[in-house]
């Protein structure tokens, strides 16, 4: 079980780390701290394509949907962290997080667990529904968004993971979001 003693020692340590390990290890961190509270943080946006892309992506922030906002809110503030509008960041450890709904848009049932070489394991959205969030982000307020790095982006988690894809369910989802048109190439 994991404490907040544990999780005020792994900003510690983590620190020095690189960021794309010192995210994971500490979302996975929180992740087991939350468990034993009934509560199951999946991670999406930018960590999702940083994961899916190994690393090819890089973000700045942990985005996590969770329930229990109030005690994100609670912990973090214990750990140091600085609320802003919408994240939470520590300065010395330079983590930002963000839990910006506890509703994930997208299929439970494809939601991917990660086990990390210390044992530890997170949860991330599925490849299929990061794919159709980054291609439905641009699909309808750009006139080219076949030019938007988060095309770009979708591509390249298309074609790293099309061996292992729902493809009847990525279809299904495209065509459902009026979003097909732009992956029906692929």
């Known amino acids: 079980m994991t404490t907040v003693e544990d999780l005020q020692e792994a900003l510690t340590y983590l ?5 794309f390990e010192r995210q994971l290890e500490f ?17 999406v946006g930018g960590l999702s ?23 994100y ?17 520590h300065v010395e450890s ?7 709904s506890n509703n994930l848009e997208g299929s439970l ?22 794919i159709i969030h980054r291609i439905e982000g641009i699909a309808f307020t750009l006139k080219y968004p076949k030019e938007d790095e988060d095309y770009e982006w979708a591509y390249r988690m298309f074609l ?8 009847d369910y990525l279809v299904e989802q495209a065509r459902k979001l009026n979003i097909y048109h732009l992956i029906e190439e692929w």
């Open 15 to 19: 620190k020095d780390r690189p960021k």
């Open 27 to 43: 979302t996975a961190l929180l992740t087991e701290y939350f468990k034993c509270k009934g509560i199951k943080p999946i991670v």
């Open 49 to 71: 394509v940083e994961i899916y892309t190994r690393n090819d992506y890089h973000t700045h922030d942990i985005d996590l949907v969770s329930d229990g906002w109030n005690l």
């Open 73 to 89: 809110n609670d912990l973090l503030t214990k750990l140091g962290f600085t609320r802003t509008e919408r994240e939470w960041y």
């Open 94 to 100: 330079e983590m930002a997080i963000e839990v910006p």
């Open 109 to 130: 049932d494809h939601v991917f667990e990660l086990v990390l070489p210390n044992g530890k394991t997170l949860y991330i959205i599925g490849i299929e529904d990061i």
């Open 160 to 167: 790293i993971h099309k061996n292992d894809l729902d493809l």
